[in-house]
Nanobody
Framework: QVHLVESGGGLVQTGDSLRLSCAAS????????MGWFRQSPGKEREFVGW????????AYADSVKGRFTISRDNAKNTVFLQMNSLKPEDTAVYYC?????????WGQGTLVTVSS
């Protein structure tokens, strides 16, 4: 069974940084594309960014480009989302996802709250 467990969320102030982690188990991590979505209250889930399985292609939403960075540690089966210069509009539940053999898997999410 595939499990994706996010951690690292919390309450921060505008301009602060946070690093989210997503630990994966039950799937071939090195053969999985990994990424992040987020969902703010009252809004639809929004794409944040993703990294292909080799780690040589990364794409970001325009809203986070230049501030957020995705990375992965294949030895630890973990993908990270480094978030810098946080803004109140970044407040959301952040979800990790994996794509492996055309199947999608999702974590339960971790809440990030950015106060103004």
């Amino acid at each position: 069974q595939v499990h994706l467990v996010e951690s690292g969320g919390g309450l921060v102030q505008t301009g602060d940084s946070l690093r989210l982690s997503c630990a994966a188990s039950g799937l071939s991590f090195t053969h999985s594309a990994m990424g992040w979505f987020r969902q703010s209250p009252g809004k639809e889930r929004e794409f944040v960014g993703w990294m292909n399985r080799k780690g040589d292609y990364i794409a970001y939403a325009d809203s986070v480009k230049g501030r957020f960075t995705i990375s992965r540690d294949n030895a630890k089966n973990t993908v990270f989302l480094q978030m810098n210069s946080l803004k109140p509009e970044d407040t959301a539940v952040y979800y990790c996802f994996a794509v492996n053999r055309n199947r999608e898997f999702w974590g339960q999410g971790t809440l990030v709250t950015v106060s103004s």
